[in-house]
Structures are given as structure tokens and as C-alpha cells.
């Protein structure tokens, strides 16, 4: 069944009344920002929304594997997976804005396949060997050996989870990927892969195909795993009105694609400089937004091709037909702001009384 998703901030008090609504709507779930100096604590943030839900899923769109500790993840995302009843799907990447504004790059793939493998064990209810978990530096905290201790655990594991949440009670991990390695990683470690590659049906179908092969290749079932996307997405019977509330959100997407400065995947020559273009001109102190200089360079052909923006029908025909290639979600951005007044607020309308009720049915 096909999931839709809205997107927001983490705003431990505001977004009790943004989570009554999208459920009152008719989202499928609310997907919230992990960025430590842009925003509040997501896990606070998605408690506080479980408690005046009742059928929301609630994530993290998307936290990473350097700010927290897997232990420590999985406690936060665990614990509101039992006070939502179930409801918790944890959302992780190799990080953008919150590494960003600690000085630092998205994390290195080794470390980060580590960091996905530890979590989904300790989700599992497994345990994690003490060697592995290296990204605790001994000059910081000295081995335990040290405390000579009479007895100790023999290795890392949360008891909690492993009696109430084990099997198929377990918290779904979804891996954000957009360039051909890190889908790899994703397709041997995550639930779902949740791609980062545009509307585009030819960067979606290379997505997919590049699963199925590292599947194969690592002895996994290519059948046995989920497919969503991150879509900016837009709905106004104004082209125009719909490219502009589109573009803060589609210069975070587009970068994802570019942000070491090579691109990957099928895209058209002035795709390519486009999106070379964006990388060059993004300013961080401007993210997400379209006064940026980034989103300045954003063409509409760019636009119109990289994001789903139009009519209701245009959206919907949009979205169906990267449903047929396989997709089971939608996480929908730049679709739900009315901080842009009554454009933003006609937009949110048509999303949610033509767009939601004809995919969901």
C-alpha cells in the first residue's frame, strides 16, 4: 500500500498541533528534521506528537550516524516506538546540516555501514561486540578492562528492546541515498531505501536496479526490501506559484546528488549543470530556503523535471508513475508551509482534499 508523508520541523511544542493536523488530513506520517542547531530534538518532538495522534507514523527525515551514538539512536527512537504504540520508523543518512554546523562533512561510508549495522542489531535485540564499537575514542574513555570489575556485560545490547520490540515489533530503519555507493550500503542494511534522486522515473529506475544488484551480489533477496523516495512536490493550479514554493526544498534534494561535486545516474546534460551550478552557489546559512543563491540557480526546466509541481492532476499523474516503477512512499516536501501566505495555504488545500484522497484510494 502506498504510503504519503508530510514533513516538518522539530518543534517539541508547535508540533502537537501540526501532527493533530496531518492526521485530521489523511497523511500516512510525519517525517521530522534531526538538525541540533537548526531545529528542537526530534525524539522530543515525535514523543510529543504520538501523545495527541493515534494512527501517525512518526520519523526521523533523517537523523545520522555521527551526532549519536547507535546505542543511544536506538534508545531515543525505540522509546518513542512505545509511547506511540508502534508507530516509530527511524529515518538516517550520512548527515548534511547537522554535521554541517559543527564543521564537519557527512560522515565516510566504512563508518557509516558500521554505524547501520550496529543500530538494526540493536533494534533486533541483538548484541554488538565491545571491539566494534570504535567511534568512542580511547583518550576520551579508556577501555572498561580498566575498572577491573568482577563481572561485566560481555558485550553491548539493550535488554529493553530485546523483550518488547524484537521481530516484527521492531522499529523500521530507512536509509536516505542518492549516489551509487551509498544505495549500495543502503540495499545491504536498510528496510526500505528511501532515495534522494529527484522525480525523475530514469534516476528512479537506475535507484532500484542498483539495489536489486547489491542485493544479489552480498546474498540477499533483491525481492525482500522497500522502496520510497523524497519528493519536493508542490500542488497549484498556477505553474508559476508552484515552482516558487518548491524551490527551498528542491535545492536541498538536488544537492544530495552533487554534494561532493560529481554527479551519478541518468541526468540530462543541463541537469547535470544545473545541479553543478547549485553546489557551487549553496550558502548553508540559507538552507532549505528559496531566497537562497542556490535556489536562484534553478532553472524551471530543472524544476518542472527534478520535482512534481502543478495541477492536482498533473501532481497525481506525476506520482502514480513513479508508484508503477515500485515505490511504496512518498515523503512530501515544500507541500505543507503556509508561512508564505495565501498561495502556500491554497497549495496545502489542493494537496490535501485532490491530491491525498485519489493516491490513497
Known amino acids: 500500500m502506498l504510503e504519503i508523508w508530510a514533513s516538518g520541523a522539530s518543534a517539541p511544542r508547535g508540533i502537537r498541533r501540526v501532527a ?17 542547531n537548526l531545529s528542537g530534538d526530534p525524539f522530543v518532538a515525535l514523543a510529543m506528537a504520538a501523545t495527541v495522534t493515534e494512527r501517525l507514523k512518526l520519523a526521523t527525515g533523517v537523523t545520522n550516524s555521527i551526532t549519536r551514538s547507535a546505542a543511544v539512536l536506538a534508545t531515543a527512537i525505540a522509546s518513542v516506538h512505545s509511547v506511540s504504540g508502534g508507530r516509530a520508523v527511524l529515518g538516517i543518512g550520512r548527515g548534511d546540516s547537522a554535521l554541517a554546523h559543527l564543521g564537519r562533512a557527512p560522515a565516510r561510508l ?133 515552482r516558487q514554493l518548491v524551490q527551498g526544498n528542491l535545492t536541498v534534494h538536488a544537492r544530495f546528488g552533487v554534494m561532493h561535486g560529481k554527479t551519478s545516474g541518468p541526468l540530462s546534460d543541463h541537469q547535470r549543470d544545473v545541479m553543478l551550478n547549485l553546489r557551487n552557489a549553496y550558502d548553508m546559512r540559507k538552507h532549505t530556503r528559496r531566497d537562497s543563491a542556490q535556489a536562484a540557480v534553478l532553472t524551471l526546466e530543472f524544476i518542472d523535471q527534478y520535482a512534481v509541481v502543478g495541477t492536482p492532476e498533473r501532481v497525481i499523474e506525476r506520482l502514480r508513475a513513479l508508484e508503477r516503477l515500485g515505490l511504496s512512499k512518498f515523503i512530501l ?10 498561495e502556500a495555504a491554497q497549495a496545502k488545500h489542493l494537496l490535501e482534499t485532490e491530491v491525498l484522497p485519489v493516491l490513497r484510494g
Not at 20 to 36: A, F, N, P, T
Not at 117 to 132: I, S, T
Not at 167 to 180: F, M, Q, T, Y
Open 110 to 242: 566504512e563508518q557509516f555501514e558500521r554505524y547501520l549495522r550496529h543500530l538494526q542489531a540493536y533494534l533486533g535485540g541483538a548484541g554488538v561486540p565491545f571491539e566494534e564499537i570504535v567511534d568512542i575514542p580511547t583518550d576520551l574513555a579508556p577501555p572498561m578492562a580498566e575498572l577491573h570489575l568482577a563481572d561485566a556485560p560481555p558485550d553491548s545490547r539493550i535488554a529493553w528492546i530485546a523483550e518488547s520490540q524484537a521481530g516484527d515489533r521492531k522499529v523500521p530503519v530507512e536509509v536516505a541515498a542518492s549516489g551509487p555507493r551509498v544505495i549500495a550500503i543502503a540495499a545491504r542494511t536498510a528496510d526500505r531505501v528511501m532515495f534522494t534522486l529527484g522525480a525523475d522515473p530514469a534516476r528512479i529506475r537506475w535507484g532500484i536496479a542498483l539495489v536489486r544488484k547489491a542485493r544479489a551480489e552480498a546474498g540477499l533477496d533483491p525481492d525482500a526490501i522497500r522502496y520510497g523516495a523524497f519528493i519536493a512536490c508542490a500542488c497549484h493550479p498556477k505553474i508559476e506559484v508552484a
Open 20 to 36: 493533530r493536523d496531518v492526521e485530521e488530513k489523511g497523511w500516512d506520517g510525519l517525517s521530522v528534521v534531526d538538525s541540533q
Open 333 to 342: 516536501g515544500g507541500s505543507r508551509s503556509t508561512s508564505e501566505g495565501g
